[in-house]
């Protein structure tokens, strides 16, 4: 099984970003303990095996102090088995990353780091309002490797505003210098109740250019392709297998437990939500209640879900797994459509399953949301 752990806490909130998290630290402790409360309340949630995966994520869960993510870990081991070769992952922001921490995180068990570095040109990182500079982002990495953590993936954002392409290709060149086992690219979006959403509603920002986006996914994948980073679902990039094995999980759609404000749970079935509002998760906790929301999978969400995860990877979406899921009725209503995707050339087959071609993968939503199932 597969365990997330949303630690809900930021430094300062980045402009872009509509993640659940709050810049009050006040009550960090008082969090982190009802987080490893609903641990133990949540030890049933999931059929008894063991854990493969654990990732902290945010929010920023460099954050979290010694005793802190000791405490939560602790408490996965006294209730769980955890293999012994488990990816445990750390979320983390550059300004956090200094030699003394990285020793902690490293004696503690984590075993692979998701920095959040974004950009390394220091303008861009002042536009989405990052706390780290250029220069830091680049050290994070450096000093994590010299204590000896290769497993590292680094996020950047790309269709930044530019009046060109050359910041992004000297981001993915420091990127490259910096030979980095994992790459997650992500295209720069307004939502709506971020800064960037109301200064757009108020014309202070231009939308997203979609056309200059579409060119930067292009420059970055082929670029990541010829350093030898292979795009194994579309945001995501690895060199020698080096996948998250924890993000796979939900995109095979694998069950998973997450625990924390705002996390969602998965047991093959139905979804769980957490409460995304610190003061009412610790409340609910405090009086053993689990402040989920609950929603029972139709066939069709289920099949959805899985064309929209499974579409976005290498590995595709197996045909047999898409006919029990939609109890028959995908290959009953789609054999039109899914020929009319493979004459654009947005869609290819083998014998077990289906994949976006390369082409497609610029329209990967939309390809799925054409082969969605309606709710019979
Ligand atoms: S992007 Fe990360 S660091 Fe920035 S506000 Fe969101 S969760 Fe926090």
Redesign the pocket.
Known sequence: MHLYLHIPF?RQ??HY?D?H?STNTSNKRAIVEAIAQEILLRKNYLPHAPIETIYFG???PSLLDAAELNLLLNTIHKHFQVEPDAEITLEA?PDDLNADKLHQLNNAGINRLSI?IQSFHEPHLKFLNRVHSATEAEQSVKTAQEIGITNISIDLIYAIPAPDHSILVSDMQQAFALDIAHISAYCLTIEPQTAFGSWLKKKKIKPIDEEFAAQQFEILVKSLAAHGYEQYEISNFARNGFYSMHNSSYWKQRPYLGVGPSAHSYNGTSREYNVSNNARYLEAIQKQIIPATYELLSIADQTNEYLLTGLRTKWGVNKAKLQTLSDGAFVKTHEKELQKLKEKNWIREDIESLFLTESGKLFADRIASDLFIEES
Request: with cysteine; proline share 0%.
């Open positions: 930021c909130a980045c970003c993640f998290f945010g929010g920023t922001n959040g």
